[in-house]
């Protein structure tokens, strides 16, 4: 009677010490979220800010369209690539917090 109690108990400390590897795991992704996408916000407003700039000095209307289309072009580009950037992220967080859970899995299923 004693073993049963014994085996659900280690499942249980089991279940427990994965659950707070997940939630370390996902503590640190959220750190790194939230620095990058601090550092994406200043590198948008500089380029933002410089645009503005550009476009007050402008003379022409050729040059004003000159540096509206590079400003899109260069932004579209930043959006493309933090996209990519964020999705590998994410997978690779996704990846890192089950990776706890592997094991007692695999035992889940061949039991």
């Known amino acids: ?14 279940q427990f010490e994965a659950a707070v590897k997940v939630l370390g795991t996902l503590s640190q992704g959220a750190q ?15 380029h933002g800010s410089s645009a503005v700039e550009q476009l007050l000095g402008a003379r022409t209307p050729d040059k004003v369209m000159e540096i509206h289309a590079d400003f899109v072009r260069k932004s579209y580009d930043g959006f493309v690539s933090h996209s990519a950037k964020l999705n590998e992220f994410y997978s690779t967080l996704a990846s890192e917090a089950l990776r706890p859970y592997e094991g007692w899995m695999s035992k889940a299923v061949s039991a």
Not at 34 to 39: I, L, N, P, R
């Open 32 to 46: 790194a979220l939230t620095v990058d996408s601090a550092e994406l916000a200043k590198k948008t407003f500089e």
């Open 1 to 14: 009677m004693i073993q049963p109690f014994d085996q659900i108990q280690k499942l249980g400390q089991e």
